[in-house]
């Protein structure tokens, strides 16, 4: 088996210039935790990997065979796979990967991606599958999220009416419908013109399946988004892109991602978010005394945000 050397070396990942189905085939049996893929979608986009965007669908569906097979091998009993696409693809990969793996969601993250089409229903969700090896995954800790609060005075959208002292103080339980993910649009963060995943989203999946320690793999880099959650959470990785100029900058600025993901933590697991309590303090909306409150785990808030908020007004 061909020797490969890696364009990329941290003390927890390796990164390959690499076709991944030249990388895949020499990865171990049953040796990653977890695998998560977003290959292109077949939309005829221009790549600066010169890659083929464009093929006929059976083709582009049995190049996608071709790799989930070996990520299936790759997967160790109980580890857990995620892929990403439109839903026209993932329809019929999740069909194909049912044979193979056990199904546990079809996760609908809410992002606006194309104009109205004529005839059509305005497409606002992207499908990330979840499958595992076995019956049951062997790592599963999801994460708990904010009660959704108006962007203006903070108050909560849904009415929890008496159960306000039944919720959970770590947050409300993660659904199979994402409604927080945030296109990456701030010039800082984004590392690419197009097709860069939120780093918000790749914590979420990464903290979800897999611990310290694990190994992620991911064949298709892109900008580097899951190498970078991966690396920051003290995971072990691998994976493989064409053009990796991108993700190599992005690891040279990797402070940049480290300060971006404080930010994403400190407003998980926890029932409300400081800006959130910061916005309905300044408007003057009083917290019900019912819910049970948490400090926040982080010992140093962002700076903007200081003071009581925690007490309820
Ligand atoms: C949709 S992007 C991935 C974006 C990534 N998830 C991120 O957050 O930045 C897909 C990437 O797969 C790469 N790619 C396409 N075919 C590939 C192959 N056969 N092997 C490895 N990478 C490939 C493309 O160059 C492109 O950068």
Known sequence: MMTMIPILQTSLGSLYQ????????????????????????NLG???????????????????????????????????????WNLPKWNLPLGAYLGGKLTFRHWIAVDIKYSLPIQKRLYPSHYSLLYFVKGDKPAIFHPDRTPV?????????????GGYKDK????????????TDIPPV???KYKKRDANALALKLMDRIVSMASDPGSLVLDTFGGSGTTYVAAELTGRRWIGCELDCSTILNRFDLINDDR???????????TLFTFADLAR??????????????????????PAAVSGDLFATV
């Not at 790549?47 to 464009?54: G, H, L, V």
């Open 148 to 160: 959704p609060c108006c962007r203006h005075c903070g108050g909560e959208l849904p009415d929890y």
């Open 167 to 178: 919720m959970n103080p770590k947050g409300v339980n993660l659904s199979d419908v994402w």
């Open 18 to 41: 690499a076709d991944c189905l030249k990388l895949l085939p020499t990865l171990d049996t049953e040796s990653v935790d977890l695998a998560f893929a977003d290959p292109p979608f």
């Open 185 to 187: 649009r701030h010039a």
């Open 280 to 301: 309905r303090k300044k408007a003057g909306i009083p917290l019900s005394p019912k819910y049970r409150l948490e400090q926040n785990k982080c010992e140093c808030p």
């Open 45 to 83: 986009k221009k790549y600066s990997s010169n890659i083929d965007d464009a093929r006929a669908s059976q083709d582009y569906l049995a190049w996608c065979q071709q790799w989930l097979d070996e990520m299936v091998r790759v997967l160790k009993p109980g580890g857990s796979l995620f892929l």
């Open 259 to 269: 300060e971006h993901l404080e930010q994403i933590q400190v407003n998980k697991n």
